[in-house]
């Protein structure tokens, strides 16, 4: 082309510039519903906007919108980000086919969510599990993580949880004399992070006693020791990796690359995501020079990060390692799976904790029943010696959590994508395509639990065959299901129970609903920060914590106002953790 061609089409560019920037646009906006009329599964569902899809109806809450889409649409329906469809099913049956299988040989969805460049960017699309598209790394990250729901390891995690809840109760016992009120959702956050980060690493983060110190109650500072410095700005940072995660799985790479103010956040994801890596490696590279400077003969601290770095060597603490292998694991996989601790860890469990204390505020019925079956089965209240096999005998306090996670879960949907075409109810659903599952939508369903707004335990105490088969799946099924889910139900028992031996709670105003926040998960809040599509929020504070003095005569008091329980042979108990052992078929 010489060079009088190539000025002539620059100029013919020049003049007719809006007439090509509006047939580009046009051209693509064409194309886009093109694509979209004739797109293989015609689900319904909101119409998408060409670039966008639906993003604009989803904003920063996709726990709302689905609500909203569900009453719409149904239980089966697809929304669009950009040009990719979600689809999004509430229906046991659908359900089924999607989580229904425990071995990697028959199941079809065994990726978490269709190919997504932002997962990768985070470093999560072929490392760690939860999002882990390397069906081989995941299954060995997997074999290790199983360690956690080792009895061994449930035990050790009884007594450190003890002892932190222990120490969380001082603080309240000294707020409660002050007569302040607090908020449940910061402190339950700060419980978690204490108790996940100890027995993740050996290292208190003291998230605790910097809350408390902030009330300046006593006029001193606590003397904090021997912690982690960065911990609380970690699982800080966890919190906001966790929310990065729907960010950057759901919303098209060019719209979050070059959007104003959506490119800012998108950089700061991913310095936020640097930085948890750079403090693992040197949290990772400290434990590994204490394992080393530790005499043989001397024992090492059972955490998760010590059992990482030492299974497979001759430091190998055989006590709580459930899984053998022929190598030991590189730094990388140790620091990934550690990293998959936090984020699976955190959010999840502490959010259960503070929406089921809302509802226990709320109904002082269901707090004493719980109360009285303590009592029950350890004889005391007077600080009971909690041990793992005691805790099967817990079905109301079991039923108390179930019901928690039911009627507000923290993990609202989750998806997974099949590796082939499947067909849903007549609909072909292409290969690659995330499904989410909406439990908020399947757990509010009046079809599979009658009067789903009461928060009412006993249900899950009644007729097992008055649950649908697949309509509760708290902590999913099959192949993935969640590896933390022994550990979350032993953290919220020995909470419940060290709470009800202590403490009467009450709520400030009971027609209150619980507030939100939508970061991957639904995180319980007080104060809002973010806005939301659905709640505008509010000044809020809904617990008054009274302390009891486990005295014989308040034991008398509490007894007579407690309802008793059936006995237990008229108890059916619903089995809330499958006894599968979906790995078996894994290596
Ligand atoms: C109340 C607490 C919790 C709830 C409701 C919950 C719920 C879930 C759900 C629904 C899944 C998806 C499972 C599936 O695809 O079948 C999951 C996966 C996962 N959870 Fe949890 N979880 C909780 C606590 C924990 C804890 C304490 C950990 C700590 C290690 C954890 C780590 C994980 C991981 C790593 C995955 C990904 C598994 C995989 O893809 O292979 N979770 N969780």
């Not at 580009?24 to 015609?42: A, G």
């Not at 690493?201 to 009330?215: P, Q, R, S, V």
């Not at 075409?421 to 599979?448: S, W």
């Amino acid at each position: 082309m010489s060079i009088n061609t190539v000025y002539q089409l620059f100029n013919i560019i020049k003049s007719n510039f809006f007439s090509i920037v509006f047939l580009s646009i046009f051209i693509i906006v064409i194309q886009y519903y093109i694509n979209y009329f004739n797109r293989p599964s015609r689900l319904p569902g909101p119409f998408p906007l060409p670039i966008i899809g639906n993003i604009h109806q989803i904003g920063s809450d996709l726990a709302a919108a689905t609500d909203e889409f569900n009453k719409k649409y149904g239980d089966l329906y697809e929304f669009y980000m950009g040009s990719s469809p979600i689809v999004v099913i509430s229906k046991p049956n659908l359900v089924e086919k999607v989580w229904g299988s425990s071995s990697l040989k028959t199941t079809k969805f065994i990726m978490r969510n269709s190919y997504s460049e932002g997962i990768d960017e985070l470093g999560l699309g072929t490392k760690g599990m939860v999002l882990n598209r390397n069906i081989e790394v995941w299954a060995i990250n997997r074999k290790f993580m199983n360690v956690i729901s080792s009895p061994p390891f449930l035990r050790e995690s009884i007594n450190l949880s003890s002892k932190t809840i222990d120490k969380l109760f001082e603080y309240w016992k000294i707020i409660e004399k002050e007569g302040a009120q607090i908020d449940i959702s910061r402190w339950i956050d700060a419980l978690g992070a204490d108790i996940v980060a100890t027995t993740a690493t050996g290292k208190g983060i003291a998230a605790t006693t910097k809350l408390f110190d902030e009330l300046n109650i006593e006029n001193k500072k606590s003397k904090i020791q021997g912690i982690w410095q960065n911990g609380v700005k970690f699982t800080k940072a966890i919190h906001k990796y966790n929310e990065s995660m729907a960010f950057m799985m759901l919303l098209p790479k060019n719209f979050r690359k070059n959007f104003p103010l959506i490119k800012d956040l998108n950089k700061n994801y991913l310095d936020n995501k640097d930085w948890i890596y750079q403090e693992l490696d040197r949290i990772v590279s400290e434990k590994q020079k204490e394992i080393e400077n530790t005499p043989l003969d001397q024992p090492l601290e059972p955490n998760i990060l010590t059992l990482l770095l030492t299974t497979n060597t001759e430091r190998d603490l055989d006590k709580i390692s459930v899984s053998k292998f022929d190598r030991p694991l590189t730094n990388d996989e140790v620091i990934s799976i550690l990293r998959e601790v936090f984020t699976g860890g955190l959010d999840t469990t502490s959010n259960s904790v503070s929406f089921l204390m809302f509802y226990l505020a709320k109904h002082r019925e269901v707090y004493l029943k719980m109360r009285q079956e303590v009592l029950d089965v350890y004889g005391t209240l007077d600080n009971p010696v909690l041990t793992l096999e005691s805790y099967g005998k817990l079905k109301y306090t079991e039923a108390v959590i179930n019901e928690g996670i039911r009627i507000f879960p923290s993990v609202s949907s989750i998806p997974r994508a099949a590796t082939e075409d499947v067909e849903f109810d007549g609909y072909t659903i292409k290969a690659d395509t995330t499904v989410y599952t909406d439990f908020n939508a399947l757990n509010h369903n009046p079809k599979y639990f009658k009067d789903p707004e009461i928060f009412n335990p006993d249900r899950f105490l009644t007729d097992k065959e008055s649950f649908t088969k697949y309509s509760y799946i708290p902590f999913g099924n099959g192949v993935r299901v969640c590896p933390g889910r022994a550990w979350a139900m032993a953290q919220m028992k020995t909470f419940l129970i060290k709470l009800v031996c202590t403490f009467d709670i009450d709520s400030n105003d009971k027609n209150d609903t619980p507030k939100y926040v939508y970061r991957t998960f639904q995180a319980h809040r007080k104060f809002n920060k973010m806005p939301s599509i659905r709640h505008t929020f509010s000044k809020y504070a809904f617990s008054k914590i009274l302390p009891i003095v486990p005295s014989r005569m308040h034991l008398r008091k509490v007894d007579s106002m407690c309802v008793k329980l059936k006995s237990p042979s008229d108890i059916i108990i619903i089995p809330l953790i499958p006894n599968i052992d979906p790995h078996l078929d894994l290596i």
